[in-house]
């Protein structure tokens, strides 16, 4: 069992930055890869970025790339997502997850532990 606790969430303006973390316990964090996927007012849950076991292959969405970083400390078991030049259409609850294996994905059912999500809010 894995739990996940994202923090970082806040109110920033647009063009500013922010950085989310995601705290793993209670299991095998740096055999994983992982995700961070969002939610935006009356949208679905969508792909953001996702990192292989060893952080050596990372993806994102194409609305993000560029823009979005993501990275993990597996001494730390910590996970981040530090987002640059952000837009009011980047406003999302933002939630990390942990996939079953080493391997990235961008499709939400091969995660199989969710955090319970940070609110991302970018004014214009």
């Known amino acids: 069992q894995v739990q996940l606790v994202e923090s970082g969430g806040g109110l920033v303006q647009a063009g500013g930055s922010l950085r989310l973390s995601c705290a793993a316990s209670?299991?095998?964090?740096?055999?994983?890869?992982m995700g961070w996927f969002r939610r935006g007012p009356g949208k679905e849950r969508g792909f953001v970025a996702t990192?292989?076991?060893?952080?050596?292959?990372?993806y994102y969405s194409d609305s993000v790339k560029g823009r979005f970083t993501i990275s993990r400390d597996n001494a730390k078991n910590t996970l981040y997502l530090q987002m640059n030049s952000l837009k009011p259409e980047d406003t999302a609850v933002y939630y990390c997850?942990?996939?079953?294996?080493?391997?990235?994905?961008?499709?939400?059912?091969?995660?199989?532990?969710w955090g319970q999500g940070t609110q991302v809010t970018v004014s214009s």
């Open positions: 209670g299991g095998t964090f740096s055999s994983r890869a």
């Open positions: 990192i292989n076991w060893i952080g050596g292959s990372t």
């Open positions: 997850a942990a996939k079953k294996g080493p391997y990235s994905s961008r499709t939400p059912g091969d995660y199989d532990y």
